[in-house]
């Protein structure tokens, strides 16, 4: 697992290292969390690799602009360790192939999300 501040130094992180599922909060200093989706894709940094966006109650605009950028979810906070099952579980199953073997589960998220022992 890997973990960013910010979008830049997440995007660092996805320049140096493979993952599996990429977990960002909307809300980060730097650069947000829309900006670090547009900025991935733009630059096809793990284009394959699903993001799921952590959020407030009030972005729901925000919300909806991360789906059209590309998050494949979102997880409204506060959340509980059940509620990121059921939003990512999914998503890691269909990624199941032979570059997931050896690592189920690797992504990238910061401390902000409070997720480092959800899952």
């Known amino acids: 697992m890997f973990e960013a501040s910010n979008g830049v130094e997440a995007l660092d992180v996805l320049r140096e290292h493979p993952v599996e599922l990429i977990l960002s909060d909307i809300n980060m200093p730097s650069m947000d969390g829309l900006e670090f989706l547009r900025q991935m894709r733009a630059q096809h940094l793990a284009p394959d690799v699903s993001v799921v966006m952590i959020t407030t109650e009030s972005s729901q605009d925000h919300v909806r602009e991360a789906i059209a950028t590309g ?4 997880i409204r906070k506060p959340f509980t360790a059940e509620q990121v099952k ?4 999914p998503l890691l199953r269909e990624g ?3 570059r997931h073997t050896e690592r189920p589960w690797q992504g990238i998220m910061g401390p902000e999300t409070g997720l480092e022992n959800a899952v």
């Open 71 to 74: 998050a494949r979810g979102y």
């Open 86 to 89: 059921d939003q990512i579980l």
């Open 96 to 98: 199941r192939g032979p």
